[in-house]
């Protein structure tokens, strides 16, 4: 909840108690009107743990390259990503509180992603009422369930729209960011040929100063160069004038192999943080069957490291990397027969993981 210290009244010295009555109902009522757009909901519990992940953890730190919780043990979260929450796509439709629910008590998830379109038709650029809309929606689901939750400007060419996720990410802060249930994620894959240098981590220092200028404390994730992948060339030039800082990895096992993995422990090596804040068990370009050797080495690596994952995606796009099948329910509960195999698997992970 939000608090703040009481204030002596001037002019008001041993008031009757009737006396008091109109200036408190004043002060209650101008309190409303300050706090209106602050969410203040209260978390309620999974059906199979007696705790939320937010309720546990609480406020998350990094320290030393690792997640924190408010305990400052070392955290490992885990969930799924939604889809492009872009018009007439294929995963807007699952930016609904029930399947936040679901995701919370079905499936015992930690966090979600909200991954919000940022690039393309039906964007947060061209309707940004709609997805923003969507985006909100999730974040409070997300809250009542006590999730973490990402919110991602779901972009590849995030330096082109500097000022739009800077308003962005401001707006989203002065909202929800005094809640430790925030974490953004300000560029979700910057392409192979835009450089960490000279592009990635100057528009990554813009953004992450002006959310910083109102959230001082939460979660923030930086893209790395190559999809999300080449986290060791931002090992070797890491931001370090802003404090709670990860780096995202992203990956998709049917693709990504022990080379990848040796570049993520390179970067681990150096001290920096990790989140995966995608990764799917198919190809990358989202098709193809289930990798099971290479994304149990996968998680393998995940567990050994303790880094968070958020895995794609939560749709019925007829592809490989959907959870669901193309006749489910949009907002369940689901049962096994409406779940893809990837779907099916996913649930297996995100429900043993733990929190």
Not at 288 to 310: I, P
Request: aromatic share 10%; charged share 20%; hydrophobic share 40%.
């Amino acid at each position: 909840m939000l608090i703040r210290d009481n204030k002596k009244i001037p002019g008001l010295t041993k008031p009757q108690p009737f006396q008091l009555f109109p200036p408190l109902l004043c002060l209650l009522i101008c309190s409303f009107i300050v706090f209106a757009n602050l969410v203040t909901v209260a978390p309620i519990k999974g059906a199979l743990t007696n705790i939320s992940a937010v309720a546990k953890h609480g406020q998350l730190s990094i320290n030393n390259g690792q997640l924190l919780n408010q305990y400052l043990k070392a955290v490992s979260l885990a969930g799924p990503s939604l889809y492009w929450s872009n018009n007439d796509w294929a995963g807007e439709e699952f930016y609904k509180q029930e399947v936040i629910n679901n995701i919370s008590q079905q499936w015992q998830a930690s966090i979600v992603r909200a991954a919000m379109g940022a690039d393309n038709k039906g964007s947060y650029l061209t309707h940004p009422e709609d997805n923003l809309k969507r985006v909100e929606t999730v974040i409070e689901a997300a809250i009542e369930n006590g999730l973490y939750i990402i919110v991602d400007w779901h972009s590849h060419h995030a330096e082109n729209y500097t000022a739009q996720a800077i308003q962005f990410f401001q707006y989203i802060a002065k909202k929800y960011g005094h809640l430790p249930n925030i974490i953004y994620e300000i560029y979700n894959e910057p392409l192979q040929d835009t450089d960490w240098h000279s592009v990635i981590k100057p528009y990554s220092l813009k953004v992450i100063s002006a959310i910083r200028a109102i959230d001082r404390n939460n979660i923030i994730l930086v893209g790395s160069q190559s999809w999300s992948q080449d986290v060791d060339i931002s090992a070797e030039d890491p931001i370090t004038a802003f404090s709670n800082l990860a780096y995202t990895l992203h990956f998709y096992a049917g693709t990504h192999k022990d080379e990848l993995r040796a570049k993520a422990q390179i970067a681990l090596d150096s001290g920096l943080a990790l989140f995966v804040s995608e990764w799917g068990t198919v190809a990358a370009n989202g098709n193809g069957s289930v990798d099971y050797q290479e994304t149990e080495k996968w998680l393998a690596f995940m567990r050994k490291n303790q880094l968070s994952h958020c895995s794609w995606s939560l749709s019925k796009k007829e592809e490989g990397a959907s959870i669901f099948k193309p006749k489910a329910s949009i907002v369940g509960p689901w049962s096994d027969k409406e779940l893809t195999e990837n779907g099916l698997y996913l649930k297996k992970i995100i429900s043993n993981w733990g929190y």
